[in-house]
């Protein structure tokens, strides 16, 4: 006998104790995948113990990735104003808005936001925001409502004439800034904690070297005459900001072109401690009637933005450049509107009016207004971040603490045990041997989905899935249960979720856990339905062997049938539902996809390691005694 032949024959007599090593790495593999944390706990403690002798690797712990309702942050409700938008493009825009919001807040580093559109009874649009993690309601509202709306508007037959008015706006906002200001110079007088009083007001607190009156002349000014340790009389307005500022240091310096006209020999040198206040341009706007219409052409059409230079005059612009479509839109805007103005709009302020000498074909445009050049560099930022298609306003807002998110998820691990318990007890006291063999299967099956829940690397999580696919197609190889072109497919598109859910993790928020919850129960009973069609199958007569395999492959069928309908259910939940329906459809998915295989493929090897002849004579383990 060759030596091939010898090997297939010892992989045959021990083909089930080699599944049954692979659950085994299969199950450890999901535990340090899933409490990574605690297997983490044990290496410390093993190398510890044996003082670095034995050090085991440590396993990836990546955290699960909680929603909003579980970790506290905050929920913005958005009006969409789609009035001036046709019925039919509605919730393209809208769509539009949504995948702007989610890239400007993604680039500012919050994890995992959800931005979800609703349409309201009334035919209302909603643009709602989750921001996890946001518990300061004004920075969500901030860094949600710093994305510009840039809007293109042509004269209407009864257009006014463009007028120039006051900032009013801009004014009462640096009226409160000067407040601010005046009321944190008092602060200090009465306490000199210098950090405490730039929390309290929100501002910008920093140590400056090297002001002089050539590059912070009014700074210099107010400095020149205090002595060390000392605080402004009153705030400094340089401009763009108040400032409060405390002399540090002063010091005589060289001047390196002393010996120019007009330049003093020396330079003063100032060090200080700084409270910034930021403020609005104060700048006229225009105003231009109400008589202007909106063209078709709007910021989602926008392709990307850049700061270049007036060759002129050498001042600040913002040159824009159109997507294919609106780079045509624009070509007929400016052809229609020859020798007429076309106004250019951001955030409801006409910030340019030129006039159209000729029809541009290019899709290139200019905004020219009174801004500096960090506010033209600012300005091209967030158009490049998205410009919105669609104006929209804020009408409601909700902070969640993060201790209403532990309390929630404490309830839920509770209920998880209870459900688990009360399942386990069942199948134990009914069905004995099979049901203690299930509830093995049960926890791996656990420790499954909280592996699949998180986020593994991917070499780790194509691992993970390779062994279950391993031991799934080996067991229904066995059975001869992969019943035609139909199971194949199911077996696929499931395996494809599965794969493309393992590469990333599942944002869990509490629609999640009772997915995941009640898929616990449902996990078992493809078990029950197996242990029943087993019992039959001994009443008949048949060989504990053959009852054990009849009854798993006889109950697939309906096993089957019974969790295509609820996948089929998770995926409408998945394609149509919002983000709580969206999430509890997911882990309703995963969990009774991952429940095919442990109460099907795990029980099945778990209770093939026990010899037929001696569970013969023991068949009160299985719930079923020998008919006389």
């Known amino acids: 006998m060759s030596q091939t032949q010898k090997f297939s024959n010892f992989m045959k007599r021990h083909h089930q104790r080699w599944l049954f090593l692979l659950v085994v790495v299969f199950a450890f593999l ?189 700074l210099a000014a107010a400095l020149q005459n205090l002595a060390p340790n000392t605080i402004v009389a009153s705030p400094i307005n340089e401009g763009q900001s108040l400032i409060i500022a405390k002399l540090i240091d002063k010091k005589e310096i060289d001047n390196p072109f002393k010996d120019e006209s007009g330049q003093e020999p020396v330079i003063t040198s100032y060090s200080a401690q700084l409270l910034s206040f930021p403020l609005q341009d104060e700048s006229p706007v225009l105003s231009l009637g109400d008589n202007w219409k909106n063209t078709e052409l709007s910021g989602r059409n926008l392709k990307r933005a850049t700061l270049q230079f007036n060759p002129q005059d050498n001042s600040p612009e913002v040159a824009l450049e159109f997507d294919s479509e609106g780079g045509k839109m624009f070509a007929d805007i400016t052809e229609r509107n020859i020798g007429k103005p076309v106004a250019i709009f951001l955030d409801g302020y006409a910030i340019s009016v030129p006039t159209v000498n000729d029809r541009i074909p290019d899709g290139r445009a200019v905004i020219s207004g009174h801004f500096n050049v960090q506010e033209a560099k600012l300005l091209v930022q967030r158009l490049n971040t998205g410009a919105l298609p669609v104006p929209i306003n804020l009408i409601g807002q909700q902070t969640i603490g993060a201790s209403l998110g532990q309390k929630s998820i404490s309830n839920s691990v509770k209920a998880g045990l209870i459900g688990f318990t009360l399942v386990a007890l069942f199948m134990i006291i009914f069905y004995r041997l099979p049901g203690l063999m299930s509830v093995i299967s049960l926890g791996i099956y656990v420790l499954t989905v909280l592996t699949i829940f998180k986020s593994t690397p991917i070499w780790l999580a194509l691992l993970f899935i390779l062994l279950l696919v391993l031991l799934f197609i080996s067991v229904f190889n066995h059975l001869k249960i992969f019943d035609g072109v139909f199971s194949a497919l199911l077996f696929l598109v499931i395996l494809a979720f599965l794969v493309f859910y393992a590469n990333q993790p599942v944002t869990l928020t509490l629609a999640g856990i009772t997915g995941f919850i009640l898929s616990i129960g449902m996990a078992v009973d493809a078990n029950v339905l197996i242990f029943e069609r087993m019992k039959e199958e001994l009443r008949s007569g048949k060989p504990l062997a053959a009852a054990l395999d009849d009854g798993f492959k006889r109950a697939w069928p309906s096993i089957r049938d019974g969790n295509i309908t609820t996948i089929l259910t998770c995926f409408i939940l998945m394609g149509f539902g919002t983000g709580l329906v969206k999430g509890f459809g997911a882990t309703l998915f995963i969990g009774v996809s991952i429940s095919m295989f442990s109460s099907i493929v795990i029980t099945y090897i778990l209770l093939k390691m026990f010899k037929s002849s001696w569970l013969d004579k023991h068949r009160w383990l299985l719930g079923f005694t020998r008919t006389k």
């Open 30 to 218: 999901g535990f340090i995948l899933a409490a990574g944390n605690y297997y983490n706990r044990g290496v410390q403690a093993l190398a510890n113990a044996t003082n670095n002798i034995i050090v085991l690797p440590k396993a990836p712990d990546s955290p699960f990735v909680l929603g909003l309702d579980l970790q506290g942050g905050t929920q913005l409700v958005y009006e969409a104003d789609v009035a001036h938008i046709a019925e039919g493009d509605r919730l393209n825009s809208l769509e539009g808005v949504r995948d702007i919001i989610e890239r400007r807040v993604n680039s500012a580093g919050v994890s995992e936001p959800i931005v979800q559109i609703n349409r309201t009874l009334q035919g209302d649009y909603r643009v709602i925001v989750e921001l996890a993690g946001i518990k300061d309601v004004n920075e969500a509202i901030k860094l949600i409502g710093e994305t510009p709306l840039l809007e293109f508007k042509e004269q209407s037959t009864e257009a006014q004439a463009a007028t120039v008015e006051p900032n009013a706006e801009a004014v009462a906002f640096n009226k409160q800034v000067e407040i601010k200001a005046q009321a944190a110079l008092n602060d200090w007088k009465s306490s000199s904690d210098w950090q405490a009083i730039a929390d309290k007001y929100q501002a910008k607190n920093e140590i400056k070297n090297d002001i002089t009156a050539d590059n912070e002349p009014a």
